[in-house]
């Protein structure tokens, strides 16, 4: 069987709070089905890039697994660098094998409200996004959702050929390091601000220091050469979709057919990102829903979709 976790605190989940461990839990029910059922099951897990130590103005080469790791660059990144070593624990203690995905940035469709990604697609739409941000120096690593998805589903469906397998921390990236200032000009590309008044919107004391305040993006040679990952959306077509959902939530109804940009946000609005319908009030305003298959579980928390369905089918497929 595969045992997929994706996430550390069941949701609903919040912006910036420190994710409550369960990974414990979820390592002693493997154990569990060990001991009774007497067989390893296979499990993978989310961890995160922020794992990694920052780097600032240095030379920028993609961070590998083996790259040494100090202190965490976040609260979350140190709460997922104990999830690493308790799956590690378990492994020296109980023979429990695993897999661990560090994630890179993941942005696209219903990503969550308040990320860098979000906020800049909501406001591109409304023609409200600055040409320059002193906070957009930084390069990240962005991976779209649909990637992401391939490399949950490869890691559940990979097996080991050693007969004692140690666990496994493989990046999930796109092994290229991208500025929020380059996302803003492609964004701007499709949508472009109404008014002057929104070109700017910097510090003074930032303006003279171009160079990348922090610098994280990942190496994918680990998840090729493991999990044969390779991503497949290119930063481009994945921005251009994520701005078809944001178009698509901001105007359910189409939008007027008084501006000179018509073609290209006809163009987004063609690439058949559907998010929200227009009697749908909670989604129109961002309100998270989450299926019931996910790790809600209050049935007064979630929503009931064909997603549920799909649970059963991967844990056979995958078996």
Known sequence: DAFPHSAL???????????????????????????????????????????????????????????????????????????????????????????ALRFFSVYGPWSVPGSPLFEMAERAVGGQLPSWNSRWKSVQDFVYIDDAIDAVM???????????????????????????????????????????????????????????????????????????????????DGIIKLLAWHFDRAYPYGRQQNSQEDDKSNYIASRGIVSCLPTDDECLKATPVFPCSSECSHEDQCTKSFYDETVGWTQALTA
């Open 9 to 99: 605190q069941a949701v609903p989940r919040e912006k910036d709070a420190p994710k409550a461990g369960m990974i414990e839990a979820l390592l002693e029910q493997m154990l569990k089905i060990k001991t009774e059922g007497g067989h390893v099951p296979h499990f993978s897990y989310a961890s995160s890039y922020e794992v990694y130590p920052y780097a600032s103005n240095v030379t920028m080469t993609p961070l590998t697994e083996s790259h040494p790791i100090s202190t965490p660059s976040s609260l979350r990144g140190a709460s997922k660098l104990i999830d690493e070593i308790l799956a590690k624990l378990y492994f020296d203690e109980h023979g429990l094998y695993s897999v």
């Open 154 to 236: 490869a890691a559940m469906q990979f097996r080991p050929a050693e007969e004692k397998p140690h666990p496994l921390v493989i990046n999930v990236a796109s092994g290229q390091g991208t500025s929020l200032q380059d996302v803003a000009t492609i964004m701007r590309e499709y949508f472009p601000p109404n008014n002057k008044e929104s070109d700017y919107n910097t510090n003074d004391n930032d303006t003279a220091d171009t160079k990348p305040k922090t610098i994280a993006f990942g190496s994918t040679q680990r998840a090729e050469e493991i999990l044969g990952y390779q991503p497949q959306v290119s930063l481009k």
